[in-house]
């Protein structure tokens, strides 16, 4: 299986029937995916566009602001664990590629001496059930361009829910609820750390309007 589109680099999406991928198959795509980090010794670059922004957790040496030029974040992967139950699933988000946008964010640098521990902390916390493409791309910086690990969609998923429409990403958002949290609060999250970055993304801004109005509609339901 393959990556839609033309995405350089080996990463492979993972798609399995089952929640959880089998760890030998986690640990084979962080080994494909950063073997030139790891021949080159390198320190480690992770754009971070979504909770990854509040809360890495992985210890890093250096942040700062990034965009990803031909993506835009979308909450469009389902989630039946963390911000929703398997009788009402949630939507966390993903980066999908879109010509005519452009994402921004965070780009945290994990030093050479600790890739090894935390990329394989980050594959567990991210890639343990294959719904993103792991993949090395150019990351633009106020101090230069890096090469930087993105989770991209993996849009061959079961989860993937690429084809809603705002109105009902909204409806979904405004009612699911999991064990770390409402889906409303994730979303709520994501606004205030862009409202401090001073990151504007349209999408986002309309998607909170949108929650907004559908869970004041929602107990009447």
Not at 107 to 136: D, H, K, N, Q
Not at 153 to 159: E, F, L, M, S
Request: hydrophobic share 40%; net charge neutral.
């Amino acid at each position: 299986m393959g990556c839609t589109g033309p995405l350089p680099g080996p990463a492979r999406p993972l798609a399995p029937a089952r929640w959880r991928l089998p760890d030998g198959d986690v640990e084979r795509s962080r080994q494909e995916v950063l073997a030139t980090v790891f021949a080159q010794q390198d320190a480690l670059w992770v754009f971070a566009y979504g909770s990854l922004m509040w809360n890495p957790g992985f210890h890093f040496d250096e942040v700062r602001r990034a965009h990803l030029p031909g993506f835009a974040r979308r909450f469009a992967l389902s989630t039946t664990i963390g911000r929703g139950t398997p009788d009402c699933p949630g939507l966390v988000l993903t980066l999908q590629r879109d010509t005519g946008n452009d994402c921004q964010g965070l780009a945290f640098r994990i030093p050479c001496a600790l890739v090894e521990a935390e990329s394989r902390l980050l594959w567990r916390r991210e890639m343990i059930t294959g719904a993103y493409c792991p993949i090395l791309l150019p990351l633009h910086t106020p101090q230069g361009t890096v090469q930087a690990l993105v989770l991209t969609a993996n849009t061959t998923h079961p989860h993937h829910r690429g084809d809603l429409s705002m109105q009902a990403t909204a409806a979904t958002i405004a009612r699911a609820s999991g064990r770390i949290g409402s889906n409303r609060d994730y979303l709520h999250q994501l606004v205030a750390q862009c409202d401090v970055l001073g990151i504007a993304d349209g999408y986002v801004q309309a998607l909170q309007a949108v929650v907004t109005q559908a869970a004041q509609v929602e107990p009447s339901a």
